[in-house]
């Protein structure tokens, strides 16, 4: 049986690229036009697993993920680095000249705002995704209309590119995190990275305290992002990411973080790709 991986995007996307390259060919793709509908699908039961990106080499964390992976109890089971690779597309027989306006994502505009800045008679316009961009230029025979997408939307949607690799920052990666709504994927030895949320007390020290704990238990941390707590002004959660030698390390840090922080949660365990 196919797993039923949910994505943010269609097919051609840099999501589809990592359900592909992560899960294999022998995959149901189940399409969606936010990461709010992503975890529909998972929550609802009409996807196993689902692929979302969760931080940016150049733009930086996508805020809004981390929330809804706590909010929805979701588990994060693997981890993939994609090398992003951002080329303008069009119709074919469009020249860099016909273009008025480019559509895309907005995080792939950012990453490419240095060349756009350069094409002045262009007008950058934020869409929903790359790749459903891409395919609607096509269906719609869109002149004067370019996406910025992966080069397999160009193949996919029979575009042509007309500025390849345009993002500012050639070493441009993405890491896209699985998750699925239940746990246990990996046996302990294999365990070398984990996620996890806390709150700390609303005093002096109160982080630089944890951040010690982990330390003296040999955790290496690699991410930490605070997001506040809507119904408390002033008050955060920082949402940790931990790399370890052994699985024991952690099970002794999270014995201690449980007393030390408030409403601690491990929100996956999994394997560090990138050791």
């Not at 929550?43 to 809004?64: T, W």
């Not at 995704?129 to 996406?147: F, H, M, P, S």
């Amino acid at each position: 049986m196919k797993k039923r991986i949910a994505i943010q995007g269609i097919q051609g996307s840099n999501h589809h690229q990592v359900a592909r390259e992560y899960f294999g060919d022998n995959i149901e793709l189940v399409e969606c036009m936010s990461f709010h509908g992503l975890v529909d699908q998972l929550l609802d039961g009409r996807a196993d697993k689902g692929v979302m990106a969760i931080e940016n080499s150049i733009a930086g964390s996508i805020i809004p993920n981390y929330a809804l992976v706590y909010e929805n109890n979701l588990h994060i089971i693997g981890e993939y680095y994609l090398n992003i690779h951002h080329n303008l597309m069009a119709l074919e027989g469009q020249t860099l000249a016909d273009i008025k306006e480019v559509r895309s994502h907005p995080m792939a505009l950012l990453q490419c705002r240095e060349y756009l800045k350069t094409q002045v008679h262009i007008k950058m316009v934020e869409d929903v995704d790359t790749a459903e961009t891409a395919k609607r230029i096509q269906d719609q025979q869109l002149k004067g209309v370019a996406a910025i997408a992966p080069a397999a939307a160009a193949e996919l949607f029979k575009l042509q590119i007309i500025a390849p690799e345009i993002q500012t920052i050639k070493n441009n990666a993405t890491r896209f995190i699985i998750v699925k709504i239940t746990n246990k994927e990996l046996p302990k030895e294999e365990i070398n990275k984990a996620s996890i949320r806390f709150i700390t007390d609303h005093k002096r020290g109160s982080l630089a305290t944890v951040l010690n704990v982990m330390s003296d238990c040999y955790l290496n941390l690699t991410k930490i992002q605070s997001l506040p707590i809507i119904e408390t002004p002033w008050k955060y959660a920082f949402f940790v990411d931990v790399t370890f030698d052994k699985y024991e390390y952690f099970e002794k840090a999270k014995s201690l973080l449980r007393i030390m922080s408030e409403d601690f949660k491990v929100l996956g365990e999994y394997k560090n790709v990138m050791v």
